[in-house]
């Protein structure tokens, strides 16, 4: 049998020997493209070939591309587990004609790679070709369907012509688009049966296996189709799904690909791979592929964009993981067995994979906690008997609870789930974020760079700071003008280092600008118009010059941002990256994968380090070679970028070498000093340092040179006593606190027995319910702790006005839990009558007395009498 590796490795050789060039997998994480959350096809990182906008040094290429599908319309993540086929990582092996070859030679090495090196029996194969489309005044693709019959031994009867839905591929609304043709292949028991009715390609028993894409029309903005004048081919087949074939198994889970992973869950789990198991364990098989590939790549959980997305697959595995009987931490464990099956081919997983574990594991860690306060709001919203759409899509959407998951414990209490108002609200969110990527898309379409002369924008501030240029063209609105250059001594803001201010003048017309950056291929200088007319800009000639001594700061910055990522790489270890930067002229910061704070002790010997390269003077060294050399020479560089063939290095002496386009001092004295100000965490295995260089340092010594001065003369004591001082009167404080803490309680104790007692009697229940005028919300929750204690068995409501707002506590002993008595239900239907929303508390504390008065008839009512 042959093996997944094997089976790739035959591919991209096949495709190699006919002339195409192998391109390395784009990351997970597209960098460049405001459409796309993750990579979902091998032809995002060719759109730019296709839309007119970039080109290539080849003409062939072929690849596997890393994919997720998990948002939007290619949307796989509910059928996965359930699903033979659906995954939310999966490879997409695909071959690319650049205006080279077209229909002859796609068709032709398909089959000669299906049916003859790889063997496949020619009558389980079918082919299916664009059927035609009035609306667009297509014919039928006769060529293709006519090649199919030339070139292979399929029958007539098996080239199906299928309509635009099925075999028409378009990018968008507009652009580039193409009839296609998709090879099916026949995985039932009776070959001979498959065509003696019109076959079902949608059926189980057959799978699409690849799809040829011919790119030749361009739809524009009218929907009017134009021919090409280069014509395309783009090529896609699921890696898994042909793994599948080729290893004449039921599912790519019997694959070599899942086999490894599914054995190392039933190992931690200790549950067999059967029928009851046998779609949690595919969906954790499915969703730690996705969550290696993507964290590798750079991305991390969080609340927003690709980092939600990521939080929600990790949560609906961890899940699952529950229904295994797994309440700890288990999923980063599987990580090894990722890596020991797909590290080979993507090296980046395997580099990545401490830290890989460690982002898993923190993110389990926290899930127990998000789900228990689900189950809580769980609690609060299924009292009414039914969970409505709008509650079961925030306990979805906050709490990450699948509607599965949701509807089975309302199951298991005989509840109801609003599940059209769950849909509804679901396809207001999708329309919400469909509203968002066509604004995001428009504009990005919005700017145009058309009005600009072909020659415009060239970068030469490298080595001059002035020069003498041209202005090719001018906008200006709303009080500011944006300039293009001809030739410009500004940069552009870029990989995280702001752009330059200065001045653009001559003797009647001046601006100064205020910011640089890229817009499409043109350099923007924007700014204000202090002298002569907008008007009389475009063509004139005048002097760019930038603010040297901002760029000089800015530039120490810069470099000792590089030499600070390797200073952390020594201290921290190999697995930092950085995950994100600015460079100013104050400051720099830099965001890096590690998961823990830094200490003070490792920020000392990091600061330590990046002084002694600068003391060393480091010649700063950059250069243009290609991408594969700057590999070769151990260049750093991210996994999350994009770069071209021909790349810039920045290497400083021996110490470190960086792909960069920013620009640097000469030698690492003229950086002066480091010192790090700031350490903190910006979301989960993500750290972040901030610095100063230079200057900065100076104005930093000074003000904590003034901060002491200030200290010693408030408190009467010498610099060096100041720790012992200081130290002393916190634990004077600390001292106080307790004293005070005992105090309070006391007293708590004694006003809560004295309600105690007083408690009303509610067909044999003690209620109290009252308002009380607590310091804080501390002191606050003491009171209805101490309540508990003394009612025995019993129920309390406090109220108390804390901020301007009504704040509500319920305590229920165990005794009446039992009975179905939940302090949850009772604190919302009290914070009802003061305007709250569920929640204990409201923003009416004028209406408490009366919301207090309520309680005895709301105990009733729980107790159902």
């Known amino acids: 049998m042959k093996t997944s590796a094997d089976i790739r490795r035959e591919y991209l050789r096949f495709f190699e020997e006919k002339g195409h060039t192998i391109v390395p997998s784009a990351p997970v994480a597209p960098q460049d493209d405001a459409t796309l959350l993750f990579t979902n096809a091998g032809m995002n990182q060719f759109k730019d070939v296709f839309l007119g906008t970039g080109r290539r ?109 099925d075999n028409f591929w378009q990018m968008g609304e507009t652009g580039p688009c193409g009839p296609c043709s998709e090879v099916h292949y026949y995985l039932g028991d ?87 198991h046998r779609v949690a364990m595919r969906v954790i098989a499915d969703h730690i592929r996705t969550l290696c590939f993507a964290i590798a790549d750079g991305v991390l959980p969080s609340n927003e964009g690709r980092g939600y997305v990521l939080r929600r697959i990790l949560r609906r595995a961890a899940r699952y993981g529950r229904t295994l009987g797994m309440h700890d931490p288990f999923i980063h464990g599987l990580v090894p067995v990722v890596v020991k099956v797909m590290g080979g081919v993507f090296p980046e997983v395997a580099e990545q994979a401490d830290h890989i574990s460690r982002v898993i594991r923190s993110e389990e860690e926290g899930f127990g906690k998000t789900l228990d306060r689900g189950l809580e709001m769980f609690e609060v919203v299924s009292s009414d008997g039914e969970i409505s759409g709008r509650d079961a899509f925030r306990l979805y959407d906050t709490f990450g609870f699948p509607i599965d998951l949701t509807q089975l414990m309302c199951a298991e209490r005989g509840l109801k789930v609003d599940l059209d108002g769950f849909q509804a609200e679901m396809a207001a969110q999708q329309a919400r974020s469909r509203e968002a990527g066509r604004r995001v898309f428009a504009s990005q379409e919005a700017v145009s760079d058309d009005f600009l002369p072909p020659e415009h924008s060239v970068f030469v501030g490298y080595d001059r700071l002035a020069l003498d240029t041209v202005v090719v063209a001018c906008k200006a609105a709303d009080g500011r003008v944006d300039v293009y250059l001809r030739e410009t001594p500004f940069y552009a803001e870029a990989g995280g280092q702001v752009g330059d201010r200065g001045r653009i003048h001559n003797g009647d017309l001046e601006v100064l600008v205020e910011e640089t950056f890229r817009s499409g291929e043109g350099i923007v200088h924007r700014g204000r118009l202090t002298r002569g007319c907008a008007d009389a800009l475009e063509g004139a000639n005048v002097e760019a010059r930038v603010d040297g001594r901002r760029r000089m700061e800015t530039a120490r910055n810069h470099t000792a941002t590089h030499l600070l990522h390797e200073a952390l790489r020594q201290v921290l270890g190999n697995h930092v990256n950085q995950a994100g930067s600015l460079v100013a002229p104050d400051r720099l910061r830099f965001d890096f994968n590690h998961f823990e704070a830094v200490t003070p002790a490792q920020q ?45 290095t920045v290497r400083i002496g021996d110490f470190s070498l960086e792909l960069c386009g920013g620009t640097h001092v000469g030698s690492t004295g003229q950086i002066g000093m480091f010192q790090l100000t700031v350490e903190t965490g910006t979301a989960a295995g993500i750290r972040r340092v901030e610095a100063v260089t230079g200057t900065g340092v100076e104005a930093l010594i000074r003000n904590q040179r003034s901060t002491l001065a200030a200290l010693e003369e408030m408190l009467s004591v010498e610099a060096d006593a100041l720790p012992d001082r200081v130290n002393r009167l916190i634990t004077r404080g600390k001292d106080l606190e307790r004293t005070v803490q005992s105090i309070r309680s006391a007293t708590a104790g004694e006003q809560m027995r004295d309600l105690a007692g007083a408690a009303v009697n509610v067909d044999g229940v003690r209620v109290v319910a009252t308002a009380v005028q607590p310091a804080d919300m501390e002191a606050f929750r003491e009171m209805g702790d101490r309540l508990r204690e003394t009612l025995g068995s019993g129920v309390g409501v406090l109220g108390a006005a804390l901020n301007g707002k009504a704040s509500l506590i319920a305590v229920v002993t165990d005794d ?50």
């Open 604 to 648: 000392d010997k990091i600061a330590r380090i990046v002084n002694r390269a600068i003391r060393r003077d480091l010649k700063v060294d950059t250069d243009r070679v290609g991408l594969e050399e700057a590999r070769r020479l151990g260049a750093r560089m991210l996994f999350s970028e994009k770069y071209g063939d021909i790349v810039r």
């Open 57 to 165: 040094d080849y003409r062939r290429a072929v690849d596997t591309q890393k994919c997720i599908r998990v948002s939007g319309h290619h949307n796989d993540l509910e059928e996965v587990g359930f699903s033979a086929q659906h995954h939310t990582f999966f490879e997409m092996l695909g071959n690319w004609s650049f205006g080279d070859y077209f229909k002859r030679e796609a068709i032709a090495w398909a089959w000669e790679l299906l049916t003859g090196v790889w063997q496949l029996p020619r009558d389980r194969i079918c082919a299916t070709v664009f059927g035609g489309d009035a609306a667009d005044g297509l014919a039928a693709d006769e060529e293709a369907e006519a090649l199919w019959t030339e070139l292979t031994d399929l029958p007539a009867e098996r080239v199906l012509r299928l309509d635009k839905t």
């Open 190 to 276: 009776d070959p001979a049966s498959w065509f003696r009715e019109v076959p079902d390609l949608d059926g189980p028993d057959t799978v699409e296996i690849w799809n040829l894409v011919f790119i030749q029309f361009n739809r524009d903005a009218g929907g009017v189709l134009h021919p090409l004048p280069d014509k395309h081919v783009d090529t896609g087949m699921g890696f898994e799904r042909i793994c599948t074939v080729l290893q004449g198994v039921e599912s790519t889970y019997d694959t070599d690909l899942f086999q490894p992973i599914l054995a190392a869950i039933g190992g931690v789990t200790r549950k067999p791979y059967s029928d009851k």
């Open 816 to 865: 009446l839990i039992q009975r179905g008595v939940l302090a949850g239900n009772i604190v919302k239907a009290v914070a009802k009558l003061v305007g709250g929303g569920g929640q204990a508390g409201g923003r009416h504390p004028e209406k408490m007395s009366d919301a207090l008065a309520e309680v005895p008839e709301i105990v009733r009512s729980a107790l159902g009498r």
